[in-house]
């Protein structure tokens, strides 16, 4: 999680992570930061995201991501 | 048969009696004939091309989904002997064979769309070739025939259908024949939106309840669509026409006018009609998804393109762009920039590649001139320099103490974006390229000749129609105002009876008496003349 949230302060350091839910509904992440974001996060982790994966419930708050991250892990 | 039409009216008329009169598990047939006999109204011979998408469609997403449940069998029982390695490695092995049949499925579907869209125009360009490289005037014949209704909507919509099911977001829909009205659907087929599965199935396959304030929100819906469409767009398409071609003599202000004239037509006649085939949809108890969202106020230009033509954007954002975008070759490249030291390059190269791609592809989806190709090439390199030239912007704003939320600063933003797409439209009404460049240029030209009676005399607007489509467009701009806070019929819908159906009167006696019914509608300008 730290490592998660690391990568999303690197593209937008003044979000709260811990209680912010709507980076994608809020139009705080746009198409840019997510696939700057999931660039990283393949690097990070070894995991392979593809479009199916591209949907705001996945990107709207860190946890979110982190649950996506552990799913891709496990397959 | 047009969704302008009383035609069409009299069809939507008699396929909601039908609809609310059968019982309610049967009434997605009714939908289906339906679409059916309205396809086929455009002419029988166009059946065979949906016809060949829905089997196709069909059979690739069974094949597809067979498939998985092959996989999913095989591990349920060998799972656990297996290792994690034979597990990963056999999931691939069975992810490239569904591969294969989806692509398979994209090339026949998108290959009969590219050969009836761009054929002819080929076939133009290597005659030109041969006459001008070798003097030979014995053309290849043009190919005889007309693209089939709808035939670029419903391809993307089955196209992100099968996509869909490939990457497993939704089970195949079994019934053969429900996903045929997928596939068709009447009120969307003609010009979008471009619906996916997951949105409307549902609603199109479980029938609707009967609903007196459904039916009247569709009607309502209906009714502001041939607002704009017969009030506004088609009372302006004659000057804009008429302007550019006769731009020679007609310079500078009047070709402002008419570049502004064309926007409000071009918002007019798409929203218009695609409010028309949301309010029928909406009567039939269908929920389509919106296609715009108050365009000309968007501040930048990739902000206008997530509120114009909402579901093509983002049928090219998930199919094209993030498919793309996330490919490992590109993230690779962007990542070898980044070791180069060429930071800045390498985090913009998935992002500005598959851009690329997705603009050219996007131009070529308007048209199969190579105006629409520049055209798009246009929108691309305004996104980049918008993005780019950003913190510059943010600069010069803090410098000059301006804030981004003051009413003045939102009217600019909202008035440059608005002008440099409105210019950019000036590829859709010019016959090519070179043709688009003089008209911008006489942009600059002959500012001092202007006279408004040319206008009214010369160029199919007389003074009557200007005041008509003057007023109009600012009733369009009040409501589009209004529509910031929420829905304007919710608004209406909130009044006493009798004032929402004096709204409702005005508004039906406003598209009846001010629609714009063309030359030759003796009945139009009979009524019109009488005022």
């Known amino acids: 999680m730290d490592r998660i949230i690391e990568i999303l302060k690197a593209v937008h350091p003044e979000v709260d992570y811990e209680t912010e839910t709507g980076l994608i509904d809020k139009r705080i992440f746009d198409s840019f930061d997510v696939v700057t974001i999931v660039g990283e996060l393949m690097d990070e982790f070894d995991i392979e995201i593809t479009a199916e994966h591209m949907i705001p419930e996945n990107f709207n708050s860190a946890e979110a991501i982190a649950e996506l991250v552990r799913t891709l892990e496990e397959e | 048969m047009s969704l302008i039409s009383i035609d ?8 909601l009696l039908i609809y609310f009169a059968v019982p309610k598990k049967f009434r997605w047939i009714v939908l289906l004939v339906a679409s059916y006999a309205f396809y086929a109204q455009s002419g029988t011979e166009n059946l065979i091309y949906i016809a060949v998408t829905t089997v196709s469609a069909y059979i690739c997403a069974f ?11 095989y591990l349920h029982d060998k799972g656990a002997d297996i290792s994690k390695e034979e597990k990963k490695a056999y999931k691939a092995g069975v992810k490239k064979r569904q591969k294969l049949i989806l692509i398979a499925g994209l090339l026949l579907n998108f290959g009969i769309l590219a050969y009836l869209k761009y054929a002819n125009i080929t076939i133009a360009y290597i005659n030109l070739f041969r006459l001008t490289h070798y003097g030979r005037t014995d053309f290849i014949p043009f190919r005889d025939f007309l693209l089939p209704l709808g035939i ?4 993307f919509q089955t196209m992100g259908y099968l996509i869909d099911i490939y990457y497993g977001k939704y089970g195949r829909e079994r019934n053969f024949f429900k996903f045929a009205l997928y596939v068709s659907f009447f009120p969307q087929v003609v010009q979008g939106p471009i619906s996916r599965f997951g949105q409307i199935a549902s609603q199109l396959y479980e029938g609707a309840d009967f609903d007196f304030a459904r039916l009247k929100s569709g009607f309502y819906r209906i009714m502001w669509g041939l607002f704009k469409k017969l009030v506004i767009a088609d009372r302006l398409a004659g000057f804009v026409s008429e302007t550019m071609a006769q731009k020679d003599a007609y310079r500078g202000f009047y070709i402002v006018i008419a570049i502004f004239a064309y926007s409000m037509q071009i918002y007019g006649d798409f929203s218009g009609g695609i409010d028309v085939a949301l309010g029928v949809a909406e009567m039939f108890g269908i ?7 108050r365009p000309f106020f968007s501040k930048s230009i990739s902000e206008y393109w997530q509120r114009w033509h909402i579901t093509l954007g983002t049928w090219f954002k998930d199919y094209i762009f993030y498919p793309l975008s996330l490919n490992k070759g590109i993230i690779k490249l962007g990542r070898i920039a980044r070791e180069q030291k060429m930071t800045a390059l390498g985090k913009r190269i998935p992002i500005y590649v598959p851009m690329l791609f997705v603009w050219t592809l996007t131009g070529m989806w308007h048209g199969s001139e190579s105006r629409y190709v520049v055209w798009g090439l246009f929108n ?12 510059l912007s943010k600069k010069i704003t803090a410098k000059l103490t301006l804030v981004e939320s ?18 950019l439209r000036l590829f859709d009404i010019n016959r090519d390229v070179k043709d688009a460049f003089t008209a911008f240029s006489y942009v600059f030209q002959g500012w001092g000749h202007f006279d408004i009676n040319r206008i009214f005399e010369n160029l199919s607007l007389p003074m009557e129609e200007m005041i008509v489509a003057a007023i109009a467009i600012v009733i369009m701009f009040i409501v589009d105002l209004i529509q910031r806070r929420g829905s304007v019929r919710a608004k209406i819908f909130a009044l006493p009876v009798p004032v929402q159906w004096c709204f409702l009167s005005l508004l039906v006696l406003a598209v009846s008496v001010f629609g714009y019914y063309g030359p030759g509608f003796d009945a139009a300008s009979f009524i019109y003349g009488a005022f």
């Open chain 2, 406 to 423: 003051d009413f003045v600063m939102r009217a600019y933003r909202a008035g440059k974006t608005f002008w440099l797409m409105s210019f």
């Open chain 2, 152 to 155: 670029s909507f419903y391809t």
């Open chain 2, 8 to 15: 069409f009216a009299l069809f939507v008329c008699l396929a």
């Open chain 2, 63 to 73: 094949l597809i989904e067979k498939k998985k449940e092959g996989m999913d069998a």
């Open chain 2, 287 to 293: 929920k389509l998804p919106e296609n715009f969202e």
């Open chain 2, 380 to 391: 691309f390199v305004f996104i980049v320099l918008g993005t780019e030239l950003e913190p």
